[in-house]
């Protein structure tokens, strides 16, 4: 926890309580997305050559959407995962295209907004386990079905496609597009399978608003032993960014990083201060008047997070 010798609010206290802050959590997904977009250089060129080839791929989605299924479904394993190996559901195989075909549709739409990049980061987490359906499938096949819809592409606008040249540039920038995609949905998979993995599982219940975004009224959260409310509350906010703007004010602290040379520079670091009036309850019991982040977690405790205004 971050204290402060001036009694202000900006600098972390509220009336007579300590904000505390959380360091350390994972970039957002618009992050993760910005970053990338930037690494990858997506620009106008990559732009009008995706435009290019959006009515062949337009055109031909439909084929595109029933040959994955159909070839998830031929594949023993995938078929055993999704639990097709006896034939599938044709209510599940519905619900499924309808899914797929609209992340195809954004794509296909050149759909690069940071909203688009919160579909992936939740379409990563229904892969990991945290669908309807709690179907968990292996990261090594989410890349896969990937690759396969830009193999598709590549088919697809091979055959319909004349110019050489636009076709090459269009399946580059496709393949930039896909890459992206591909690493947001892998970042939602990863903070999926953080929240599950430890020796205690605490119930973490939630109220108010927050029980409104999370879409859910309690979750339960595995720790390792030992583990402190910080360790909880980081997992939570990194499992549901999307909390993050209405739960923290944003700060940044710079620190002197020194390498195994000597060399000296400065980093900075973001840093989440809550916001006044948010309560964590560990036990029925507000971290603020007790030992704050600090506070130990053991099986069976019960954490409660309420927002103010509930």
Request: aromatic share 10%; net charge negative.
């Amino acid at each position: 926890m971050i204290t402060y010798p001036d009694k202000n609010r900006k600098a972390g206290i509220y009336g007579d309580v300590v904000l505390w802050s959380l360091e350390g959590l994972a970039p957002s997904p618009e992050e993760e997305w910005q970053k990338l977009k930037a690494f990858l250089a997506i620009n106008d060129a990559d732009k009008t050559a995706m435009t290019a080839s959006v009515d062949i791929l337009l055109k031909h989605a439909h084929e595109l959407v029933v040959a994955v299924y159909d070839y998830l479904l031929s594949h023993q394993e995938t078929a055993a995962l999704l639990g097709w190996e006896k034939g599938q559901s044709s209510n599940q195989l519905a619900e499924r295209r309808r899914f797929f075909s609209l992340w195809l549709a954004r794509m296909l739409g050149l759909d690069l907004s940071d909203d688009f990049a919160h579909f992936l980061f939740k379409v990563g987490k229904v892969h990991a386990g945290h669908g309807p359906r709690h179907i968990h499938i292996p990261e090594a096949y989410v890349q896969g079905a990937v690759a396969m819809v830009q193999a598709g592409f590549a088919k697809t606008l091979a055959t319909e496609m004349s110019d050489a040249n636009l076709l090459a540039y269009s399946l580059a920038a496709w393949n930039k597009v896909l890459q992206l995609h591909t690493h947001l949905m892998l970042h939602g998979y990863r903070m999926a399978v953080a929240l599950d993995q430890g020796d205690i599982g605490i119930r973490t219940l939630l109220f108010g608003s927050v029980r409104s975004l999370a879409r859910q009224q309690e979750l339960r959260i595995q720790l390792p032993k030992q583990s402190t409310i910080n360790h909880l509350l980081k997992k939570f906010f990194n499992y549901y960014p999307e909390l993050r703007s209405a739960a923290f004010e944003r700060e940044w602290h710079d620190k002197t990083v020194v390498d195994a040379e000597g060399r000296t520079w400065l980093e900075f670091e973001t840093c989440y201060r809550v916001k006044p009036a948010w309560r964590v309850l560990v036990n029925g019991l507000d971290i603020e008047h007790g030992e704050g982040l600090n506070t130990s977690l053991n099986l069976e405790d019960e954490v409660c997070i309420f927002p103010p205004g509930r």
